[in-house]
């Protein structure tokens, strides 16, 4: 099925740790972007890629880098992971060109920092 | 700063009543206004959108939105709960560039 695939779906990551979260959108799409969601807080935004070849940071970027691979992939990475980068993290994308569509969100990535 | 504002953090209503979600924006231009859910362990699904025109948006599930540019609101709305609604409800706001902003989110419980 067409959409926006995450993985890892899970993990767990010790203090200091590193790790790269996935993103892959198979509709063609120009925008991605990467966002976590906090109880109480909705979803913030980290980073964003209006293009391939473009990111540009979020609300929120301190602690993370992204990668616009190509047109289909959009990757964010914790060089050092902190407690406080305990999140739920979804990955969303965007055509443009033709009007504004919304976005497609993926399933989400649940990490958990010890 | 485009910013929208979800004032309950929690809505119950029991089935087959009406069902109102809140959200007030502020935008520099004109607003492109969004709502999605999500479902328990799911990612956001989109529900409809505003973006120029009748007030009155439909989208999907039997949900519509109500656009007030005087009020600066944008309420989600349905006529008839159904349990299956219980969810996490966000409203978003765009004014132009790309990148959407999104409310704190209201949690809706519909009881049968």
Not at chain 1, 14 to 19: P, R, W
Not at chain 1, 42 to 65: F, H
Not at chain 2, 35 to 46: A, E, H, I, K, M
Not at chain 2, 51 to 64: A, M, Q
Request: net charge positive; charged share 15%; proline share 4%.
């Amino acid at each position: 099925n067409a959409g926006v695939t995450q993985t890892p779906k899970f993990q767990v990551l010790k203090t200091g740790q590193s790790m790269t979260l996935q993103c892959a959108q198979d509709m063609n799409h120009n925008s991605m972007y990467w966002y976590r969601q906090d109880p109480g807080m909705g979803l913030r935004l980290i980073y964003y890629s209006a293009s391939e070849g473009t990111t540009d940071k979020g609300e929120v970027p301190n602690g993370y880098n992204v990668s616009r691979l190509n047109k289909r992939e959009f990757s964010l990475r914790l060089e050092s992971a902190a407690p406080s980068q305990t999140s739920v993290y979804f990955c969303a994308s965007e055509g443009t060109g033709t009007g504004v569509s919304g976005y497609t969100f993926g399933s989400g990535t649940r990490l958990t920092v010890v | 700063a485009q910013s929208v504002a979800q004032p309950e953090d929690q809505v119950n209503v029991a089935e087959g009543n009406p069902l109102t979600v809140k959200c007030t924006y502020s935008v520099s231009g004109n607003p492109y206004l969004f709502w999605y859910v999500q479902y328990p362990n799911r990612g956001l699904q989109f529900l409809l959108k505003y973006i120029t025109g009748d007030n009155l948006v439909k989208g999907s599930y039997g949900f519509e939105a109500e656009f007030n540019k005087s009020q600066t609101s944008f309420h989600l709305k349905k006529p008839s709960a159904l349990v299956s609604d219980s969810a996490l409800y966000f409203c978003a706001v765009r004014d132009g560039d790309y990148k959407l902003s999104f409310g704190a989110g209201t949690t809706v419980t519909v009881r049968a």
